[in-house]
Structure formats: C-alpha cells, structure tokens
C-alpha cells in the first residue's frame, strides 16, 4: 500500500494541509526569538559578602576560607572560585549543566547558615547570592553624562528616571548602574584633633550610629484618639551631620565639624567611569532568558527619545556599545546565505531535469520543508541563531534528494506511457520505502550530536534537531505534496515537445556521461594505483586532522577591543586615570591597532620600570 495514495487522490485537502503548515511556520517565524547562539543557561550562583575595613588576608582568612568549605559539601558542584578585595568577599559556585538550579540555590542557602557560626560576629550583613549567567553579557549599554550637574545627580537620575522605565519594558532582564558616582556623606576624621578631645574613632563610629537611625517611634495613647509618632531620623545631607555632638569636653560639646572635615561626595571614590574622554554613568541593560534580544533593543531605542525628554536638558543620553549589531549582521548573512542556497539548488535542478514543471515541484517543496521547521523550533523553545540557521542552510541539500528521487521515479513511469495520475501511485509506491530508509540513514548520523554533553552538547542540540526535524518535514512533504503536484503538473513529453533547451543540452549530457563511462572503466583498470591513492588520501586526512588548529569557535572580528589595566599598589588613583583617559585618546584619534599595540607596550615598559624602582626602595628599606 503507498503511503502516498491518499494525499494524491484528494489534491485539495493535501493542498489545505500544506497551506496551513506554511502559516504555522511563517507565524512561528516571526515570534521565535534572535540570538548570535543557542540559549544556554549556566547553573552558577554568586556569593558576595561585605566587611567594610577589612583588608583582603583578613577577607580571605575569616569570611572566604569559612564559606568554602562549607560550599565544598555541596552536591553537583563542579566549580569554585573566589576573590577575597578589601572589604568584599565574592565566590562563584558553577554547578553540572544537568542540576537543576533552583534545588541548588537551596543547597547554597543551607551552607550560608551552616558558616554562619564561622563568620565574624560584627557583619553588617549576611552573606548575598544570586543566580548569574556569566555567558548572559549586556545586550545594550548607555552613558549619561552632563557638563553643568555633577555626576552624583546624573546617577540619581539614572537609578530613578531612566533604569525604572526601561526595566518594565518587556524582554528586559537586569539593568545595571555604575561608575561608582552614587551619593553620600563622606566623614574624614581628623586625628590629632580627635585626640587633643581624648576621642577615639570608635566614638565618632558610635555617635553617627546614634544619629543616623529610622526606627519606630512608638504610639501615643489618648482617651479617645491614638497617635502614631511619625518621625524620620535619617541624615542624608553633611549639612546636617556637622552639628552632631560626638562627646562633651570641660562640659561643651564636641561636634562632628569640629574634629571631622564633612562633605557631600560619592560611596565610592576610587570608582570611575568615562564614554570617550568624558566622565560618565554606565547603563548596562540585560535581557530575559529566551527574550528576543533584536526586539527588545528596538524597543529600547524606541523608548530613549521619550526618556531624554523627561530629563533635565544638561543630561545626555547616549548609545555606548549595542550587541545587536554584530547579531543582526550576521543572522542576515546566514538568511541571504540560505535564501540564495535554495535559489542555487532550483536552478541545478532546472539544469539537469530541463523541466520547469518538474523544477517547480522541489522549489515549492524545499522552501515548504524549511518554513514547517520553524513550526517545530518554536514549540521546543529554540531561537534563530547562527548554528539554527547553518542547519536549515545544510538541510537544503537534503531536503531537496527527497524531492528529486520522487520526481525522478514518477517520471520514468510517465515516460512509458502510464497516465499522471497512474504514474503518481506507482512511483510514489514504489519509492515511498526509499524515503523512509534515506530521512532514518540521515538522522542516524545526528546521533551523536543529539547525546553530546557539557557545553559543547547544549550548544549544538538545537542544530542537530533542527536538521533532523527539517528532514522529517520533508520526508513529509515529499510522500503527499511532491507526488499529488507530480499527479497534477506532470505529463508525458515526446521527443519533438521536449523544448530547445532540452535538445541543445542533450548532446552535452550525452558526453558528460560518456566521460564518466570511460573514466570508470580506467579506474577498474588501474585498480592498484586507485587503492594506493585512497590510502594516501586517508592518511593525509589523518595528518592534516592533526596539524589544523582547533578551537570552540572560529575567531569573529567584531570591531570591539577590550584592554584591562593593572598597576602596582604604590600607583594612586589619579594616575591610573589619567592612564585611561591617555588609552581612549589614542583609540579616538589612531583608531589603528599597531598604535594601540605600541601604546600598550610603552605602558608594559612603564609598568616593569616602576616595579623595579618599588623593588629597589624595599631592598633599601630592609
């Protein structure tokens, strides 16, 4: 019984069932997300614990070590590390990609509690973990700068008008400020005025404690109304910190401005940031997972005109770096690649079946095959990326030897006088096992790809599913639509109706298959010089296997350069940014990697001369 006879003796509803696959795919099309590479979520949590005034062995000694043995006894913990700084500890924990990560945020908890006996008894805060996906970088990063507001406020600006619209725009993740500009009272103590008072840092530590509290108040109890104290007690100014009493000396008191200079500044001094040459707050904007990075960054831009609307005019609003330039460059490069592999397959099609009905049935069916896919990618939640989009260009060789053996066996029957129709059933009938054997043998070889495991494995599931769910949609295809368009389209064709395209190729044809006649019957000739050269080529195979360079992927220039800089201890702040701002001039106006390279290496020589010189002053000292 062929498995085909049914689609070929009701056109129409082969026909509807078509159309209504190629809807379903053309709609999935257009909601699967884009992204440069398969969704891959790495099960890793960060544990971040602060003890400001510690210095990093202290870090290291009474919070890190403390918290990793007790992280140690975690179960699918693959990987840990740690950076113990001055007065942050931070350890990431990277699990097994087959753990489940919220079980593992449970584990994570447990330990925390588990150290806490171990940790030092003035934290002022326990320790914080979060879910991180470190291959999860900004899809979108702003600068707001300003020439008249300080950058405090520019910063309060960003936290309160601008990172709380863009974080209920949909698709968008975790929006992140820094340049270390966030507001706050700074108190540089004097010590010889503190001691000439008999004070201690510790009372000044006490008196703004004291101070700078928002507790309850309490209620007031009346006999017939009741009165909650409302009271806030919270300093945010150094206008208002300077009248704090620390203490009373010979019965005066002893006020904060007296023994401390105080002054409006920032949390973090030694932290900076700059867009070019100008000093600037960063926006570093993250997507959901699965989100459509493409749209959401469209909606992103959309929405900047609006914002910088509503800020002061002195504020400056600017596109920093945008991920989706290089995505969208390269998922249409692979489009027109897979739009012009499937133009190129129906014109060889054309020129060996010199046919254009028979032509037109594998150009509806290869396109039909590849639009059906999508179908299937978005109920299994994959995206169009890279590796997606190389597999459907792959799969149009495939997809299209379906169509051609089908075509190929119904014609050979209309050629020997069987009617379409007659001719469709019996081909199709006859070739339908053939279809079946060549969609198994071609999945078969995805095996291996489909159980693959660690990174490499999720990264490269979705391009082996897709190929194997791209052939399976044509082994459809090609068992009810190709033989119920053959059954329709085709006819038999007598020599003087074949065209003059088919008669002028003929002759070529002819003599191409004769060639390949002859070079068969020498290559049986020469049988041992034929086995000598497949072993030759196997072995070359090997070697060259061996000496090709290997890599996780292939290295994409992206126009982006990214430069980390270190400095001796002894090297102020100042200096380091006077340094950065010296490597941004030389991007700005070279714009040339040979300066860039020289630069860096008159600063590598800097560096080791200065550390000579530090060495040399410790040598004296002892």
Same mark, same amino acid.
């Given at each position: 019984?062929?498995?085909?006879?049914?689609?070929?003796?009701? /056109?129409?509803?082969?026909?509807?069932?078509?159309?209504?696959?190629? @809807?379903?795919?053309?709609?999935?099309?257009?909601?699967?997300?884009?992204?440069?590479?398969?969704?891959?979520?790495?099960?890793?949590?960060?544990?971040?614990?602060?003890?400001?005034?510690?210095?990093?062995?202290?870090?290291?000694?009474?919070?890190?070590? /403390?918290?990793?043995?007790?992280?140690?006894?975690?179960?699918?913990?693959?990987?840990?590390?740690?950076?113990?700084?001055?007065?942050?500890?931070?350890?990431?924990?990277?699990? #097994?990609?087959?753990?489940?990560?919220?079980?593992? $945020?449970?584990?994570?908890?447990?330990?925390?509690?588990?150290?806490?006996?171990?940790? +030092?008894?003035?934290? +002022?805060?326990?320790?914080?973990?979060?879910?991180?996906? +470190?291959?999860?970088?900004?899809?979108?990063?702003? #600068?707001?700068?300003?020439?008249?507001?300080?950058?405090?406020?520019?910063?309060?600006? #960003?936290?309160?008008?601008?990172?709380?619209?863009?974080?209920?725009?949909?698709?968008?993740?975790?929006?992140?400020?820094?340049?270390?500009?966030?507001?706050?009272?700074?108190?540089?103590?004097?010590?010889?005025?503190?001691? =000439?008072?008999?004070?201690?840092? *510790?009372?000044?530590?006490?008196?703004?404690?004291?101070?700078?509290?928002?507790?309850?108040?309490?209620?007031? %109890?009346?006999?017939?109304?009741?009165?909650?104290?409302?009271?806030?007690?919270?300093?945010?100014?150094? =206008?208002?910190? !300077?009248?704090?009493?620390?203490?009373? &000396?010979?019965?005066?008191?002893?006020?904060?401005?007296?023994?401390?200079?105080?002054? %409006?500044?920032?949390?973090?001094?030694?932290?900076?940031?700059?867009?070019?040459?100008?000093?600037?707050?960063?926006?570093?904007?993250?997507?959901?997972?699965?989100?459509?990075?493409?749209?959401?960054?469209?909606?992103?831009? !959309?929405?900047?005109?609006?914002?910088?609307?509503?800020?002061?005019?002195?504020?400056?609003?600017?596109?920093?770096?945008?991920?989706?330039?290089?995505?969208?460059?390269?998922?249409?490069?692979?489009?027109?690649?897979?739009?012009?592999?499937?133009?190129?397959?129906?014109?060889?099609?054309?020129?060996?079946?010199?046919? @254009?009905?028979?032509?037109?049935? /594998?150009?509806?069916?290869?396109?039909?095959?590849?639009?059906?896919?999508?179908?299937?990618?978005?109920?299994?939640?994959?995206?169009?990326?890279?590796?997606?989009?190389?597999?459907?260009?792959?799969?149009?060789?495939?997809?299209?030897?379906?169509?051609?053996?089908?075509? $190929?066996?119904?014609?050979?029957?209309? $050629?020997?006088?069987?009617? /379409?129709?007659?001719?469709?059933?019996?081909?199709?009938?006859?070739?339908?096992?053939?279809?079946?054997?060549?969609?198994?043998?071609?999945?078969?070889?995805?095996?291996?790809?489909?159980?693959?495991?660690?990174?490499?494995?999720?990264?490269?599931?979705?391009?082996?599913?897709?190929?194997?769910?791209?052939?399976?949609?044509?082994?459809?295809?090609?068992?009810?639509?190709?033989?119920?368009?053959?059954? !329709?389209?085709?006819? &038999?064709?007598?020599?003087?109706?074949?065209?003059?395209?088919? *008669?002028?190729?003929?002759?070529?044809?002819?003599?191409?298959?004769?060639?390949?006649?002859?070079?068969?019957?020498?290559?049986?000739?020469?049988?041992?010089?034929?086995?000598?050269?497949?072993?030759?080529?196997?072995?070359?195979?090997?070697?060259?296997?061996?000496?090709?360079?290997?890599?996780?992927?292939?290295?994409?220039?992206?126009?982006?350069?990214?430069?980390?800089? $270190?400095?001796?201890?002894?090297?102020?702040?100042?200096?380091?940014?006077?340094?950065?701002?010296?490597?941004?001039?030389?991007?700005?106006?070279?714009?040339?990697?040979? =300066?860039?390279?020289?630069?860096?290496?008159?600063?590598?020589?800097? &560096?080791?001369?200065?550390?000579? #010189? &530090?060495? %040399?002053?410790?040598?004296?000292?002892?």
């Amino acid at each position: 019984m062929s498995p085909s006879k049914l689609f070929i003796v009701r /056109p129409v509803a082969t026909t509807l069932l078509m159309v209504g696959v190629l @809807l379903v795919g053309w709609v999935a099309f257009l909601q699967l997300p884009v992204s440069a590479l398969p969704e891959v979520d790495y099960p890793t949590i960060q544990v971040v614990t602060f003890y400001p005034g510690a210095d990093p062995e202290v870090m290291a000694s009474s919070v890190t070590s /403390p918290l990793e043995r007790q992280f140690g006894q975690v179960p699918g913990l693959t990987q840990m590390t740690s950076t113990s700084s001055y007065g942050s500890s931070v350890i990431t924990l990277q699990f #097994a990609l087959d753990q489940n990560i919220d079980v593992e $945020e449970q584990q994570v908890q447990a330990a925390v509690n588990a150290a806490a006996t171990f940790l +030092p008894a003035d934290l +002022p805060n326990p320790p914080i973990y979060n879910k991180v996906n +470190p291959a999860d970088s900004p899809i979108l990063t702003l #600068a707001m700068s300003s020439d008249s507001l300080a950058l405090s406020k520019v910063e309060d600006l #960003a936290d309160t008008a601008l990172a709380q619209k863009i974080s209920q725009l949909p698709g968008v993740g975790l929006v992140s400020i820094s340049g270390g500009q966030k507001p706050a009272v700074r108190v540089q103590v004097n010590p010889t005025a503190l001691a =000439s008072y008999g004070l201690s840092l *510790e009372d000044v530590r006490t008196a703004l404690a004291e101070a700078n509290v928002d507790q309850a108040k309490g209620v007031i %109890d009346g006999a017939r109304q009741s009165y909650t104290i409302g009271a806030n007690d919270q300093l945010f100014l150094a =206008s208002q910190y !300077k009248p704090i009493v620390v203490s009373y &000396h010979n019965g005066a008191p002893v006020r904060l401005s007296d023994v401390a200079n105080v002054f %409006d500044g920032t949390e973090n001094n030694l932290l900076a940031a700059w867009m070019n040459q100008t000093p600037a707050v960063i926006v570093n904007i993250q997507r959901q997972p699965g989100a459509n990075i493409i749209s959401v960054v469209d909606r992103i831009k !959309k929405l900047l005109p609006q914002l910088q609307a509503s800020l002061p005019s002195a504020v400056k609003v600017q596109i920093l770096t945008d991920r989706t330039t290089t995505i969208r460059a390269s998922v249409k490069d692979v489009e027109f690649e897979l739009a012009l592999t499937i133009v190129l397959v129906v014109i060889v099609i054309f020129f060996f079946l010199r046919n @254009l009905r028979a032509t037109f049935i /594998p150009s509806v069916a290869v396109p039909l095959s590849i639009v059906g896919t999508f179908g299937v990618m978005y109920l299994l939640g994959y995206s169009l990326n890279n590796l997606t989009l190389m597999a459907l260009t792959i799969s149009t060789g495939f997809v299209v030897d379906d169509a051609i053996v089908m075509i $190929e066996n119904i014609d050979r029957y209309l $050629e020997a006088g069987d009617s /379409p129709l007659d001719a469709a059933l019996k081909g199709s009938g006859q070739i339908g096992f053939t279809i079946v054997s060549l969609t198994v043998s071609l999945i078969a070889v995805l095996i291996p790809l489909l159980f693959m495991g660690d990174i490499v494995g999720r990264l490269f599931r979705e391009f082996a599913v897709t190929l194997a769910v791209t052939i399976l949609v044509s082994a459809g295809v090609s068992l009810s639509l190709t033989p119920m368009m053959c059954a !329709k389209l085709l006819k &038999h064709r007598k020599e003087g109706e074949k065209g003059r395209f088919y *008669e002028v190729t003929e002759d070529y044809y002819n003599r191409v298959i004769a060639f390949y006649g002859r070079t068969v019957k020498w290559v049986l000739k020469h049988q041992t010089a034929t086995l000598f050269v497949t072993f030759g080529t196997l072995v070359l195979t090997l070697v060259l296997y061996v000496v090709v360079p290997k890599g996780f992927f292939p290295v994409q220039d992206t126009g982006v350069i990214l430069g980390i800089s $270190e400095a001796p201890d002894n090297i102020s702040f100042d200096a380091m940014s006077r340094r950065q701002q010296e490597l941004a001039k030389v991007i700005l106006q070279d714009k040339d990697v040979e =300066s860039l390279s020289s630069f860096y290496r008159r600063g590598r020589d800097e &560096h080791d001369s200065q550390q000579r #010189a &530090h060495s %040399d002053q410790l040598e004296a000292a002892r």
